[in-house]
C-alpha cells in the first residue's frame, strides 16, 4: 500500500543518548515534512524539505537535524536527546505547492 | 509562525452548527484544513486556494478570504463523527523564499455529543 511509513512506533530514551527517527514514502513526492505534537502546542514544525538535497528550518528546529539524500527518505536526529523532547512526531509528505499533505503514523518518544 | 485559530474547544449536540476560524498575520496564499482523531494521524479534508472559493466535503465546507488573512470552517449538522480536533495549516507560494513549508495552529477541539 502506497504511503507514509515512519518507525519507530514508539521509544524509550535516555536523555543524552542519540536517536534517528525513520521516514520513507513511497509517493514520489517532492517535499517532506517533520512535526512535533503537544498537548495544547498543535503541530509545530521541525524541518522540512522542499525536494531532494535541500532542507529548511521550521519553527521549532533546535537540537533536531534531518536529511534528505533522496526522494523517499527524510530521518529526523537528535543529537543528544533531552527530556523536552519528549512528543509525539509526525512526518509528512506532499506533491507540491498547493497539494494536501499525508501523514505517517507518528512516532511517540518518551525522553527519561 | 503558526496560524491563529478560535475557538480552541466547542462541545456541540447531533445535529448543531460550528464554526472554527483560522487567521494569520502573513499574506496567505493557501489554507488546508485537516481532522485528527484521538490517537491518530491528521486526515486531509481540503485545501483552499487564492480567489476567495468557498470548497465542500460531505457537509463541511470552508471559506478563504485572502485580503483578511482568514478562513473559516463550517461544520452544518454535525454527526458523531465529526469529533475530533481540526487544524489550518498555512503556506504556498512566497511563504520564503519560495519554499514549501506548512505550518499548523494549535487546533480546535471539537466534540459532539449525542
Known amino acids: 500500500i502506497a504511503g507514509i511509513t515512519q518507525a519507530p512506533t514508539s521509544q524509550i530514551l535516555a536523555a543524552g543518548r542519540r536517536m534517528t527517527l525513520r521516514c520513507t514514502q513511497d509517493m514520489r513526492h517532492n517535499a517532506m515534512y517533520w512535526y512535533r505534537q503537544d498537548l495544547g502546542l498543535g503541530l509545530r514544525l521541525i524541518h522540512y524539505?522542499?525536494?531532494?538535497?535541500?532542507?529548511g528550518k521550521g519553527e521549532v528546529p533546535d537540537g533536531y537535524s534531518v536529511s534528505r539524500a533522496n526522494t523517499d527518505d527524510f530521518p529526523l536526529t537528535l543529537a543528544s536527546a533531552v527530556p523536552s523532547q519528549t512528543s509525539v512526531y509526525f512526518c509528512a509528505s506532499r506533491s507540491g505547492l498547493n497539494t494536501e499533505a499525508f501523514f505517517g503514523q507518528g512516532t511517540r518518544l518518551t525522553v527519561v | 509562525q503558526q496560524p491563529v485559530q478560535s475557538p480552541q474547544a466547542v462541545i456541540l449536540r447531533e445535529g448543531e452548527d460550528a464554526v472554527i476560524n483560522c487567521s494569520s498575520s502573513?499574506?496567505?496564499?493557501?489554507v488546508h484544513w485537516y481532522r485528527q482523531k484521538h490517537g491518530e494521524a491528521p486526515v486531509f479534508l481540503m485545501i483552499?486556494?487564492?480567489?476567495?472559493e468557498q470548497k465542500g466535503h460531505e457537509k463541511i465546507s470552508a471559506s478563504f478570504n485572502e485580503k483578511k488573512q482568514q478562513s473559516s470552517l463550517y461544520l452544518t449538522a454535525s454527526q458523531l463523527s465529526y469529533s475530533g480536533t481540526y487544524f489550518c495549516?498555512?503556506?504556498?507560494?512566497?511563504?520564503?523564499?519560495?519554499?514549501?513549508?506548512?505550518?499548523f495552529g494549535k487546533g480546535t477541539k471539537l466534540s459532539v455529543i449525542p
Open positions: 483552499l486556494l487564492k480567489g476567495g
Open positions: 524539505s522542499n525536494t531532494a538535497g535541500t532542507t
Open positions: 495549516g498555512t503556506g504556498g507560494a512566497y511563504s520564503g523564499a519560495g519554499s514549501y513549508q506548512l505550518t
Open positions: 502573513k499574506a496567505l496564499y493557501s
